[in-house]
């Protein structure tokens, strides 16, 4: 199976400040690579698919790219409602594989 | 507005039964493929089963193949996941997601809120 690895595992970062989160995977997915957004006690939400496309009604400021095995999630300006977790997730093949998740946390 | 709707969550012993219903609504069900998604309370997501807009293409993942199985009803817009044999290791909340497409490998995207599927004696 295809492992994602996502890093760090934890960012502490103040509002308004730029982030770049990484995922990484084992081998090739092309473009075939989402990126989700869970906060507590809620389901996960759609944010980027096909790397780098955003879901309806993303703002801009919430960006994605990469190809192949190497893929980022930038947030330009980190407002109060972007604090949660991450998780990068390929649908190149089955079964289909989540990263580890990266926790964005208010310094 | 797309809503998915879990039930059947509960406790159940080690060895025992359950079966998940994710009910949808606002898309047109029979076009999609859905997938299941469990998540142990404060730990990463793992994908579970997968299911055409048919019906005809089952996937599982090789932690519950041959323990659980993915069925839908598209005459009722109704997702199922039975799980027999059930284990320890099997607790987590469990979500049902509607995929982009209607043939296998999409993205999800939409997510009901889950049930929570707890496996103890």
């Known amino acids: 199976e295809i492992v994602m690895t996502q890093s760090p595992a934890t960012l502490s970062m103040s509002p308004g400040e730029g982030v770049t989160l990484s995922c990484g995977t084992s081998e090739s997915v092309g473009t075939n690579l989402a990126w989700y957004q869970q906060k507590p006690g809620q389901a996960p939400r759609l944010l980027i698919s096909t790397a780098s496309v955003r879901a309806a009604g993303l703002p801009a400021r919430i960006s994605g790219s990469g190809f192949g095995t190497e893929f980022a999630l930038t947030i330009s300006s980190l407002q109060s409602e972007d604090f949660a977790v991450y998780y990068c997730?390929?649908?190149?093949?089955?079964?289909?594989?989540f990263g580890q998740g990266t926790k964005l946390e208010i310094k | 507005e797309v809503q998915l709707l879990e039930s059947g969550g509960a406790l159940v012993q080690p060895g025992g039964s359950l079966r998940l219903s994710c009910a949808a609504s606002g898309f047109s069900f029979s076009n999609y493929a859905m997938t299941w998604v469990r998540q142990v309370p404060g730990k990463g997501l793992e994908w579970v089963a997968e299911i055409s807009a048919t019906g005809y293409s089952l996937y599982y993942a090789d932690s519950v193949k041959g323990r659980f199985t993915i069925s839908r009803d598209n005459s009722d817009n109704t997702l199922h996941l039975q799980m027999n044999s059930l284990r320890v290791e099997d607790t987590a909340i469990y979500y049902c997601a509607k995929e982009f497409g209607g043939v296998a490998l999409n993205y999800f995207d939409y997510w009901g809120q889950g049930t929570l599927v707890t496996v103890s004696s």
């Open positions: 997730q390929q649908y190149q093949e089955w079964p289909y594989t």
